[in-house]
């Protein structure tokens, strides 16, 4: 019998000024750090974080991510792990810097403290690193043994970050209840291969009901760059509620489809979290889920300003062969559409895309 699991990071941290207090997180798992940081916090990675990092006695090296977690950037980096003697990676930046960083430090057999400036996806606290073609096409997810060592979500930066990432993130947070649920009806395996937890079913119903309650107002927080208790319950929801529940409960059709439209690589300007709230709706319509979690949803998607329609997408001419490609990999033998309770088949989903964006257009106004 297959086991259940429940696995996180060993600390979250949730709170203000993080970086300059980063010397406080690393110091218990090594003295020599090597800081993989996205372009735009680069500088004040220099500024705030380096000087406190050296004044307790721990090297720091900073190096700029080059925009895609592909297994040629994961082999540059590990290098530098080896000429800097680094036993410390530390990923400053959005969800590929810090599947990045993930990866380099498995490969590394070094720690890994994990610090987003975008709360864009449930990526800081799992065990999983997505990896894409130098393209930028999705490749593959590996699977890590352990989760970071630490995750640092600080509110203020991520309150300055730009609301379109915001509200990715909460498109990717929205459908881990219904993509756990999922799992948990059809007996599926989460993504570390082990049976749902009720402990996973229950923080996805958290995360969930956080993020109902919460986006209007955590939005309107982002619209000012403000500190707020909906940003910060937001936040807690996005980072690391979904990503346990996620990792512990397992994903489904919403992910599948998103994995689908990254695959073609006109669609490739499409965030994460906007491919997965679309995926969710494909995935409402093939449960024929009630007609009030459709429109929370719905209601969810709007308040975050997420596309809807595939108009929205900017997606305004129907492609049959395009969407023919996007389903048939979504329903690959491999693909968490083998999640879903109940077995469907390829032209099911095909129907059910085209079903998803004739109830989006319906509630667009």
Not at 34 to 53: G, H, K, S, T, Y
Not at 158 to 163: D, F, L, R, S, T
Not at 345 to 365: C, F, G, K, M, T
Request: hydrophobic share 45%.
């Amino acid at each position: 019998m297959i086991p259940r699991s429940i696995t996180s990071p060993k600390k979250f941290i949730i709170g203000q000024d993080l970086l300059s207090q980063l010397d406080v997180f690393i110091k218990d798992f090594g003295n020599n750090a090597l800081l993989i940081c996205d372009d735009v916090i680069l500088d004040r990675v220099q500024q705030d974080a380096v000087p406190c990092l050296e004044l307790a006695g721990i090297k720091a090296y900073c190096e700029k991510f080059q925009y895609e977690c592909t297994d040629n950037e994961i082999e540059r980096l590990r290098h530098l792990v080896i000429t800097q003697n680094a036993n410390v990676v530390v990923g400053i930046g959005g969800g590929k810097t810090m599947d990045v960083a993930k990866a380099v430090a498995h490969y590394s057999n070094a720690s890994v403290v994990i610090f987003p400036t975008i709360a864009s996806s449930d990526a800081p606290c799992t065990a999983v690193s997505v990896i894409y073609k130098e393209s930028g096409e999705f490749d593959r997810y590996l699977l890590l043994p352990q989760n970071p060592d630490v995750v640092l979500a600080d509110t203020r930066i991520i309150a300055q970050a730009p609301e379109k990432y915001f509200a990715a993130g909460i498109g990717d947070a929205i459908a881990t209840f219904f993509e756990t649920r999922a799992c948990c009806y059809a007996a599926g395996l989460n993504l570390v291969q082990k049976r749902v937890s009720r402990t996973g079913l229950g923080m996805a119903l958290m995360c969930y009901e956080l993020i109902v309650d919460n986006v209007e107002m955590a939005m309107e927080a982002v619209r000012r760059q403000e500190v707020t208790p909906a940003l910060e319950e937001m936040v807690e929801a996005i980072v690391y509620l979904s990503g346990v529940a996620a990792e512990s409960g397992g994903i489904a059709c919403a992910h599948a489809i998103c994995n689908g439209m990254s695959s073609l690589e006109k669609f490739n300007y499409i965030q994460h979290g906007e491919k997965v709230a679309f995926g969710l709706l494909v995935q409402l319509v093939l449960e024929e889920a009630d007609i009030e979690e459709i429109e929370n949803v719905i209601y969810v998607i709007k308040m975050a300003g997420l596309p809807l329609t595939l108009a929205d997408f900017g997606i305004n001419e129907w492609i049959e062969d395009d969407w023919r490609q996007i389903v048939d990999i979504a329903c690959s033998p491999s693909s968490s559409m083998s999640n879903m309770p109940v077995a469907v088949s390829a032209e099911q989903v095909y129907q059910a895309v085209i079903a998803a964006n004739e109830l989006a257009q319906r509630y667009h106004d």
